[in-house]
């Protein structure tokens, strides 16, 4: 099939009007010639002035292959999907809406598919830019919640265990012809933080035959603000890793049983761990680990805890 685009760089976004051009700007920064490729915002129906801004940026720079569009569908997994299918790259590179791509980002990617033809999907590092002070209590554990994704110094070959991030992840455009589009069960819908969307595709991915790599040198840096701190939202996005494993495995009554199993074992796990932050006097971290462990329990229990 061809193609008018080496790659397509698209965006979902969701009320970040503070973010979404230097997102956007990052893309048509890169060295590579922009008559290769296109950018792609699909706004999710922000309520702030995102959509305005993103046809201010259109008017501004009529030469450059820039588009957006608006999914009614609520959903990130509604607009992953609209984006695909907007796409007209050979290539579909996913982007966060408040993070920027850096040095190299697109060319770096097209070149790996090139010279990689069983890659099906890549992802890459990605970097927590920190708006605000970390709190006592923010530990390893947490890298989920602020979008920290590093899989080392060396490009990988991913089988599973760890999978490519939103922020950070590209498709070849046959694998949505062949594997289809995301879940829109899962994924987060507005304030909803319901999760694994991303972990569902990449595991039909590889359920397929296909290869997924990880690329350290291929990484963004994603804005951390400080409502990624409070309780209430770390409690929600906690519930929301639960749910979605609930909702990826509806209709598996073994396969949810051994999930069930599995969290239980890891709060387990969490608890022997967390006794090395009580002997170095970080009870905030052990409470914090703690909480994280029961709260996706939780979740997996009553996926609408989420919302």
């Known amino acids: 099939m061809a193609h008018q685009y080496k790659i397509s760089a698209v ?6 009007a503070r973010f979404i051009i230097d997102a956007v700007e990052s893309l048509f920064n890169q060295e590579m010639d922009k008559d290769l490729y296109e950018v792609i915002v699909v706004d999710n129906n922000s309520t702030d002035n995102t959509v305005a801004l993103l046809e201010q940026y259109k008017h501004a720079h009529p030469d450059y292959h ?8 609520q959903g990130v997994a509604h607009t992953r999907t609209r984006c695909a299918k907007e796409a007209r790259g050979a290539i579909v590179a996913y982007l966060d809406d408040d993070s920027t791509a850096q040095p190299g980002w697109l060319s770096s990617i097209v070149r790996f598919f090139d010279e990689h033809p069983a890659c099906y999907s890549l992802g890459g590092k990605i970097v927590p830019k920190f708006l605000t002070g970390i709190p006592d ?5 947490f890298f989920g919640l602020v979008g ?3 899989q080392g110094p060396k490009v990988k070959r991913l089988t599973g265990a760890r999978y490519p991030c939103g922020a950070n992840m590209a498709f070849r455009s046959e694998v949505f012809r062949e594997i289809g589009y995301f879940n829109t069960d899962l994924g987060r819908k507005g304030t909803g933080l319901m999760a ?8 039909r991915i590889l359920a397929a035959g296909h290869e997924v790599y990880y690329l350290p040198h291929v990484w963004v840096l994603h804005s951390v603000e400080s ?9 929600r996005h906690s519930m929301g890793i639960g749910g979605g494993e609930r909702l990826r495995l509806k209709g598996q009554s073994m396969a949810l049983v051994m999930k069930f199993v599995e ?3 890891k709060w387990g796990y969490a608890v022997a761990y967390g006794i090395g932050f009580l002997l170095k006097g970080q009870w905030s971290k052990f409470v914090m680990l703690e909480r994280f462990r ?3 329990i939780m979740g997996f229990i009553d996926p609408k805890g989420a919302e």
């Open 148 to 150: 920290n994704f590093d």
């Open 66 to 73: 820039f588009s957006y569009y608006v999914e009614r569908q």
């Open 263 to 265: 969290y239980f074992l």
């Open 294 to 296: 029961w709260w996706v």
């Open 11 to 16: 965006i979902c976004s969701y009320n970040r």
């Open 196 to 203: 694994n969307e991303e972990k569902d595709i990449y595991l």
């Open 137 to 141: 209590w923010y530990s390893k554990y």
């Open 227 to 235: 409502n990624k701190f409070d309780k209430a939202y770390v409690r």
